[in-house]
C-alpha cells in the first residue's frame, strides 16, 4: 500500500503541466539531435543540463529523460534514411534499416518497425529498472567503505576496459579524471590541492562546463574539420506512407522484440556497456533465432526489430547500478548522475530509503518519456525525415552558442566559459588521438567517492590495506576489476595466436601440395 502511494503521487508529480512540457521538450529535442548525424545523444544531455536546472522538482530531471529516450530512438531514422547512422548505437539499424527504405521502396514499414520495437524495448527495461532496482539496494545497504572503493574501481575498469580501441588509453583516461577529482580541497584535511593559487579552482573542477567541453564542444570541433575537408553526408528525398507496422510484421517480430528487449536491459545495467553494445548482440541473437536468415541485410524486419529493441532497452537497465549502486551505466546516465547530484540526490542504496519519492518519480518519469517518445514517432515520422534537410552551416552554429550559453548560465561565471573552451580543445586532440572521453567523466565523478572510502577504510583497518581482500564483497569487485582490464588484452592474445596458427596451417598445406 505504501508503495501505491507513492506511485500515485509520483504519476500526480509527472501530469503537472510544467513537468509534461519539461518531458515533451526533452523527448522531442532527443529525437532531433539524435536523428542529425554528427549529434549524439550525449551531446544533447550535456547541452541541455544546465538548462534544467531552472525547473523546480524534478522537471529539469524529466527533461534529460525525454533527452536520452528520444535520442537512442532518433539514431534509426537517418540510419534507416540515409544510411548514416544518427548514433553509434543505430550503426545496425542501417544494416537492415537503409534496404527496407531505399531498396525495397518501404521508408514508412522501416521507420514503423524501428518506431514500435523502439517503445517495446524502453518500456519493457522501465518495468525491469522498477522490479530489480529496489531489491539490488537492499544488498547494497550492507556495503561499507571498502566495498563501495571496490565497487567504484570496478566501475571506472570496465569503462576503461571496454571503451575505446585500446584499454591502455582507456585506462589513462580514467586517470586523467581520477587526479581531475583531487583539484580543490581536500575533503578530509582541509588542504588545498593543485589549485595554482587559484580562487576558482578551490572548488575543484567545475563538472557542467567539463562535460559540455568534453563531448560537446569537441563533436563540434570535429564537425567543423569535416565540413573544411568537404564531407556531406547523403540526402534522398522519401515519401513516407504506411507508418503502423502490418499484422504479419507484428506477428513475426514479437519473439524478437521480447528476446531482444531482455538482451538490452541485461547489457544496459552492466556499466560500462551501451546501445551499441547491445544493438549488435540483439541482432547477432535475431539472425541465429530466425527461419529467414536470407533476408537479413537485405531488409530483414527481424533484424530492424532487434536493434532498436535491445538499444532502446538500455534506458531502463542503465539505470539499475546507477540508482541502486551509483556507478552510471553509461556515458549518458553519467550525466544523468551529475543532475542528480545537482538537485542533492545522491544515487546509491540510500536513495531508496531516504529519497523514495523522488525513486518512483524517477520510475514514472521514464515510462512517461518513453511513451512520449513512441508517440511523437509515431505521429511525427514525416516530420523526422525532414529534420535531416537542415544543413551543417545553420546547424553548427546553434551547437556552438548552445555551449557557450549553457556553460554561462550555471553559475554566471566567465572562468567556466574558458575552462568548457580547455576541455572542448582537449576532448577534440584525445578523440583524435584514438583515447576514449567516458573513462575521464567517471573518474571525476567518482574519484570522490574513491578516495573517501580508501581513506576511510585504511583508518577504520590502522592502515592495513588487506582489509579490502578479507572482505568477500570487496574482494570479489577488486577481482572483477583485474579481469575487466586485462581481458581485452587475453583475448588480442588468443586471437594472435590463433591467428599465427592458422597461417602456420596454410604455409603446411600449400608446401604438401606443391610438393
Not at 225 to 249: C, L, Q, R, T, W
Not at 456 to 481: E, K, M, Q
Amino acid at each position: 500500500m505504501l508503495a501505491l502511494e507513492y506511485v500515485l503521487g509520483a504519476i500526480q508529480n509527472v501530469f503537472l503541466p510544467i513537468n509534461l512540457f519539461a518531458v515533451f521538450v526533452g523527448t522531442f529535442a532527443g529525437i532531433v539531435i539524435g536523428a542529425l548525424p554528427g549529434l549524439s545523444t550525449v551531446m544533447g544531455l550535456s547541452i541541455l543540463l544546465p538548462f534544467t536546472l531552472s525547473f523546480s522538482g524534478m522537471g529539469g530531471m524529466y527533461m534529460l529523460l525525454g533527452v536520452f529516450c528520444g535520442g537512442i530512438y532518433g539514431g534509426s531514422i537517418s540510419a534507416s534514411l540515409l544510411n548514416t547512422p544518427g548514433t553509434s548505437a543505430s550503426a545496425a539499424t542501417a544494416l537492415d534499416g537503409y534496404p527496407m527504405a531505399n531498396k525495397l521502396g518501404q521508408p514508412g514499414r522501416a521507420l514503423g518497425i524501428s518506431t514500435l520495437a523502439s517503445l517495446f524495448g524502453g518500456l519493457f527495461s522501465a518495468i525491469c529498472l522498477c522490479i530489480f532496482a529496489p531489491l539490488l539496494a537492499k544488498v547494497a545497504l550492507k556495503f561499507s567503505a571498502q566495498e563501495y572503493f571496490a565497487l567504484a574501481v570496478f566501475g571506472i575498469s570496465i569503462v576503461a576496459g571496454l571503451t575505446g580501441k585500446s584499454v591502455i588509453k582507456g585506462v589513462i583516461g580514467g586517470v586523467i579524471g581520477l587526479l581531475l577529482a583531487t583539484i580543490g580541497v581536500d575533503g578530509m584535511g582541509g588542504v588545498s590541492r593543485f589549485t595554482f593559487g587559484s580562487v576558482y579552482l578551490m572548488g575543484g573542477v567545475s563538472f557542467i562546463p567539463l562535460l559540455i567541453g568534453l563531448f560537446a564542444f569537441s563533436q563540434g570541433l570535429n564537425t567543423v574539420e569535416e565540413m573544411a575537408k568537404g564531407y556531406k553526408a547523403e540526402k534522398n528525398k522519401v515519401k513516407i506512407e504506411h507508418v503502423f507496422p502490418s499484422k504479419s510484421d507484428l506477428k513475426r517480430i514479437f519473439p524478437t522484440l521480447i528476446r531482444s528487449s531482455i538482451i538490452g536491459t541485461f547489457i544496459g545495467a552492466v556499466p560500462g556497456t551501451g546501445g551499441d553494445i547491445a544493438s549488435w548482440v540483439s541482432y547477432s541473437q535475431a539472425k541465429s533465432w530466425s527461419k529467414h536468415k536470407e533476408e537479413f541485410g537485405h531488409g530483414s524486419p527481424e533484424g530492424l526489430a532487434a536493434c532498436e529493441s535491445g538499444n532502446n532497452a538500455i534506458s531502463g537497465g542503465a539505470f539499475v547500478p546507477l540508482l541502486s549502486l551509483g556507478i552510471p551505466g553509461d556515458a549518458g546516465t553519467a550525466v544523468m548522475l551529475g543532475s542528480l547530484t545537482m538537485l542533492g540526490l545522491a544515487p546509491g542504496p540510500l536513495l531508496f530509503t531516504e529519497h523514495k519519492d523522488s525513486v518512483y518519480m524517477l520510475f514514472v518519469g521514464l515510462f512517461m518519456a518513453n511513451l512520449l517518445m513512441g508517440l511523437l514517432g509515431f505521429a511525427g515520422i514525416r516530420l523526422w525525415s525532414r529534420v535531416l534537410d537542415i544543413p551543417q552551416k545553420i546547424l553548427l552554429p546553434l551547437i556552438f552558442t548552445f555551449c557557450f550559453v549553457g556553460t554561462y548560465a550555471c553559475n554566471r561565471s566567465i572562468n567556466d566559459v574558458y575552462m568548457m573552451i580547455i576541455a572542448g580543445i582537449v576532448g577534440y586532440v584525445l578523440q583524435k588521438l584514438d583515447f576514449a572521453l567516458p573513462p575521464i567523466i567517471l573518474g571525476v565523478i567518482l574519484g570522490g567517492m574513491i578516495e573517501k572510502n580508501f581513506r576511510r577504510a585504511l583508518i577504520l583497518s590502522n592502515g592495513d590495506v588487506g582489509t579490502f581482500f578479507t572482505r568477500p564483497i570487496s574482494c570479489v569487485f577488486i577481482i572483477l576489476a583485474v579481469v575487466s582490464l586485462f581481458s581485452p588484452v587475453i583475448k588480442t592474445v588468443i586471437a594472435s595466436k590463433k591467428a599465427k596458427k592458422q597461417v602456420a596451417a596454410a604455409a603446411v598445406n600449400d608446401n604438401e601440395s606443391a610438393s
